[in-house]
């Protein structure tokens, strides 16, 4: 399968702050990104999609303003979390997409928020 | 209604016995679907897609009505390393518009 790197894999923060998770495609060009997350005890959740290059495109009830998405390059997808607050604690997968190999899709190994 | 509907379980089997899960989804337009696994804190990987005539690999078998818009996931033969929550997942569109996860069956095989 394809190899996904996400960082970090886990970070604490305090209320109020920024955190940057940071998502790579190793081996394969990445056109597209999904990013999820997925509370306690709940299914993942798509937030939001982009595509290299472009805007990305958010999932209703996802603040565009909150989740900032970067999609600069192929192998490169970033994600950050505004002035983050307790509810944003969350376990948050990107999934890079390459349009070649058809409906599978691969996940990153997670980042767990947690935001005291 | 929930777009994909799953047993959350959990699921207490022994080794060696064989379990199904059972999934439903709302789109008919719907193109196609998968099972994932997903450990504890970690991230889901693909375990099998879902043709229309059925499909096995292994001790997992999985199927797809799509008159019942109902999917299916047998595992024969248990082993304690099945012991995770396994996902239903549907995707409506090409593989560009992301997928859409039921909540996971959580399967815990006893010794």
């Known amino acids: 399968g394809a190899v996904v790197s996400q960082h970090p894999s886990w970070v604490i923060c305090k209320s109020g702050t920024s955190v940057k998770i940071e998502c790579r495609s190793l081996?394969?060009?990445?056109?597209?990104m999904f990013w999820y997350r997925q509370f306690p005890k709940q299914s993942l959740m798509l937030m939001a999609t982009?595509?290299?290059?472009?805007?990305?495109?958010?999932e209703q009830g996802v603040e565009k303003d909150k989740f900032l998405i970067n999609h600069a390059s192929l192998t490169l997808s970033t994600l950050t979390v505004t002035s983050a607050h307790p509810e944003d604690s969350s376990f948050y997968i990107c999934?890079?997409?390459?349009?070649?190999?058809?409906?599978?899709?691969?996940f990153g190994p997670g980042t767990r928020l947690t935001v005291t | 209604r929930k777009e994909v509907e799953q047993d959350p379980g959990p699921f207490n089997v022994p080794e060696g016995a064989t379990v199904a899960f059972n999934c439903t989804y709302s789109?008919?337009?719907?193109?196609?679907f998968f099972w994932y696994r997903q450990d504890c804190r970690k991230e889901p990987k693909l375990l099998m897609s879902?043709?229309?005539s059925g499909n096995e690999d292994g001790r997992f078998t999985a199927q797809l009505n799509r008159a019942s818009q109902y999917i299916s996931l047998l595992i024969r033969d248990s082993k304690l390393s099945d012991s995770a929550t396994y996902l239903c997942?549907?995707?409506?569109?090409?593989?560009?518009?992301?997928?859409?996860f039921g909540k996971g069956t959580h399967l815990i095989i006893q010794p």
């Open positions: 999934s890079p997409y390459s349009g070649v190999t058809g409906y599978e899709q691969y």
């Open positions: 081996d394969f060009q990445a056109t597209t």
């Open positions: 982009s595509n290299e290059g472009s805007k990305a495109t958010y």
């Open positions: 789109n008919s337009a719907s193109q196609s």
């Open positions: 879902v043709y229309s």
């Open positions: 997942v549907v995707n409506t569109g090409g593989g560009a518009d992301g997928l859409t």
